[in-house]
């Protein structure tokens, strides 16, 4: 079964930093492109970054670029958002996705 697992989310200050995991099972992460996306409370969900199957390859929302910044380890299989800088406006439930399958997401809250 393909499956997707997110972690590391959680409730920061403004101006924190947090890192996100993405843990793939039942495939191999390294064969494919990975996209984190977002949705606050209330709003549609959105893109937040993509990384191509090698790491060579990076895209960023014009909101988060700067701050976030997503990386691969093909040998754990696992994806990552570094997010640094981070303003309540960044607080929502966070997603990876690759193959069309969906982790179940992480919260990220920022707040004081």
């Known amino acids: 079964q393909l499956q997707l697992v997110e972690s590391g989310g959680g409730l920061v200050q403004p101006g924190g930093s947090l890192r996100l995991s993405c843990a793939a099972a039942?495939?191999?992460?390294?064969?494919?492109?990975i996209a984190w996306f977002r949705q606050a409370p209330g709003k549609e969900r959105e893109g937040v970054s993509c990384?191509?199957?090698?790491?060579?390859?990076?895209n960023y929302a014009e909101s988060v670029k700067g701050r976030f910044t997503i990386s691969r380890d093909n040998a754990k299989n696992t994806v990552y958002l570094q997010m640094n800088s981070l303003k309540p406006e960044d607080t929502a439930v966070y997603y990876c996705?690759?193959?069309?399958?969906w982790g179940q997401g992480t919260v990220v809250t920022v707040s004081s």
């Open positions: 996705v690759a193959l069309g399958v």
């Open positions: 039942g495939f191999t992460l390294g064969d494919f492109a």
């Open positions: 990384i191509s199957s090698s790491g060579g390859s990076t």
